[in-house]
C-alpha cells in the first residue's frame, strides 16, 4: 500500500497562476481531506470530503476550490494563486477517526 | 470556539531523560484526542489516540499520553527520550468524532546526545 499519495512535491506559481493540486488514497478510505500548514500556525482545514459525491468547507476555504473524483482522488484547485497560498499543503485520509496523512506539496506563490 | 493549545514551542532535553510534550483543548462534548509527529519534509505520521477508556494512552515508539478531563489535557510522555525522537509534535481533538480536527501550533522536541 502506497497509503496517500500527492502530486506535486513542489511547484512555483506566478500570482494570478491556476493548478490542482492532486491527492489519492489506496485504503479505501470514506473521508479526505485538505489543509495548509503555515508556520507557528499548526494545519488549518481547507475542505474535506466526508464520502464520495460530498465536499464540505472547512476553516479557510477561501480561494480554493475541491473535486472529490471517485472514492481515491481527492484534488485541490487554486483557480488564481496569490502570495498568502504560499504554504504546505497536507492531504490526508480517514474511515474512522483517525487520519493518515500524504508527504505534502510544497508551494510558493511569486 | 474550539482550539488545541500547545504551550512551548520547543522543548528541549538530554538523551535518556524523560519527556513531556503539553497539550490542552478546549472542544465541546466528549472529544477525541490525537498525537501526530512530523520529520522534517515528512507528512504527519500518527502516534496515538485517546477516544474513551483508560486515560493513559499507549502508542508507537514507546510514546503514552494522559488524558486528564479535570484539566483539559492530553500531555505526551516518554520515559527515555532518543536523538532520533527529536521532531515537530502536533496535538489534535476532534469533537465525537466529527472527522474535522482541530490542530495545535506544534512543539518542536529537540533531544541532545
Known amino acids: 500500500n502506497a497509503g496517500v499519495t500527492q502530486t506535486p512535491k513542489f511547484q512555483v506559481l506566478k500570482t494570478g497562476q491556476s493548478m490542482t493540486l492532486q491527492c489519492a488514497q489506496d485504503?479505501?478510505?470514506?473521508?479526505m481531506y485538505w489543509y495548509r500548514q503555515d508556520p507557528g500556525m499548526g494545519l488549518r482545514l481547507i475542505y474535506y470530503?466526508?464520502?464520495?459525491?460530498?465536499?464540505d468547507k472547512g476553516e479557510v476555504p477561501n480561494g480554493y476550490n475541491v473535486s472529490r473524483l471517485n472514492k481515491r482522488e481527492f484534488s485541490l484547485r487554486l483557480e488564481s494563486a496569490a502570495p498568502s497560498q504560499t504554504s504546505v499543503y497536507f492531504c490526508a485520509s480517514s474511515h474512522g477517526e483517525t487520519q493518515y496523512f500524504g508527504p505534502g506539496t510544497r508551494l510558493l506563490v511569486l | 470556539a474550539q482550539s488545541v493549545a500547545q504551550p512551548e514551542d520547543q522543548v528541549n532535553v538530554a538523551e535518556g531523560n524523560p519527556l513531556t510534550v503539553k497539550c490542552t483543548y478546549s472542544v465541546s462534548g466528549n472529544p477525541y484526542l490525537f498525537w501526530y509527529v512530523q520529520y522534517p519534509n515528512r507528512g504527519l505520521q500518527f502516534l496515538l489516540k485517546?477516544?474513551?477508556?483508560?486515560?493513559l494512552v499507549k502508542g508507537s515508539y514507546g510514546f503514552e499520553a494522559e488524558f486528564n478531563k479535570s484539566q483539559t489535557s492530553f500531555h505526551l510522555k516518554k520515559p527515555s527520550a532518543l536523538v532520533s525522537d527529536s521532531a515537530l509534535y502536533f496535538c489534535a481533538a476532534s469533537s465525537s468524532n466529527t472527522g474535522k480536527l482541530i490542530f495545535g501550533q506544534g512543539t518542536t522536541l529537540q533531544v541532545k546526545p
Open positions: 470530503s466526508a464520502s464520495e459525491g460530498t465536499t
Open positions: 485517546y477516544i474513551t477508556g483508560d486515560n
Open positions: 485504503m479505501n478510505h470514506n473521508s
